[in-house]
């Protein structure tokens, strides 16, 4: 079946410095990455999802490529604040029927931002 | 943003009674969603929902396991009896068909 890989499970960096959080998949099918954030005591929001030509999605400063030749959909900002402490999940997609896509989650990274 | 609300926040019960998680989904959503994080380990699919029907389930929703949204109201997940295996945090999503929206989820302890 499908799985979702995300190699560390706490990364921990000084402000400023650029991030980086690895996610690796595997799957039948050409799935739909996603990247979900989750604040303490509050519900994962959806950070970014992968298109499906090679446009590279943005936000919030943060940004993931697709690789389908590597399958990985790595996470990267360039420069990390305070805020970006999170925990953050790499999911796909699996196409179960309609639009009704149900997700596949890693088992998460924890950044910590320090000053 | 649109905000998926669940009550409660924390539940604690013993094993082999009755538990109902309530999730409260964005208003004009159709598809709402259960899944399942034990401690340590990541979210997992439960059990989706659509047009008052039950779409796909995994095999982590057992049999004492139900779902429903009676009169589009709270979009529930009842578990009878529960055993100790249940102690998790389950998150509700619902959806348009697109992205999801999570809600913070109920952790849930049998004891």
């Known amino acids: 079946g499908d799985s979702v890989t995300q190699t560390e499970g706490l990364v921990t960096l000084t402000e400023g410095l650029p991030v980086m959080l690895n996610c690796t998949y595997q799957?039948?099918?050409?799935?739909?990455l996603f990247w979900y954030v989750q604040h303490l005591n509050e519900a994962p929001k959806l950070l970014l999802k992968s298109f499906t030509d090679n446009k590279r999605p943005e936000h919030q400063g943060f940004h993931a490529t697709l690789h389908k030749s590597s399958s990985s959909f790595h996470l990267q900002k360039s420069s990390a604040q305070l805020s970006d402490s999170a925990l953050y999940y790499c999911a796909l997609s699996e196409r179960s029927g309609g639009s009704n896509y149900k997700l596949t989650f890693g088992k998460g990274t924890l950044l910590t931002v320090t000053p | 943003g649109p905000k998926v609300l669940q009550i409660p926040s924390h539940q604690i019960i013993d094993m082999g009674q009755m538990v109902t998680l309530n999730c409260d989904p964005v208003s004009n959503h159709l598809y709402f969603y259960w899944y399942k994080q034990i401690l340590g380990q990541q979210m997992e699919f439960l059990v989706n929902f659509y047009n008052g029907k039950v779409m796909e389930k995994s095999k982590l929703f057992k049999d004492q396991f139900s779902v429903e949204r009676p009169d589009g109201s709270y979009f529930t997940l009842k578990i009878q009896p529960t055993a100790l295996e249940d102690s998790a945090v389950y998150f509700c999503a619902s959806s348009l068909g697109g992205e999801q929206y999570f809600g913070p989820g109920t952790r849930l302890t049998v004891l």
């Open positions: 799957s039948t099918y050409s799935p739909f």
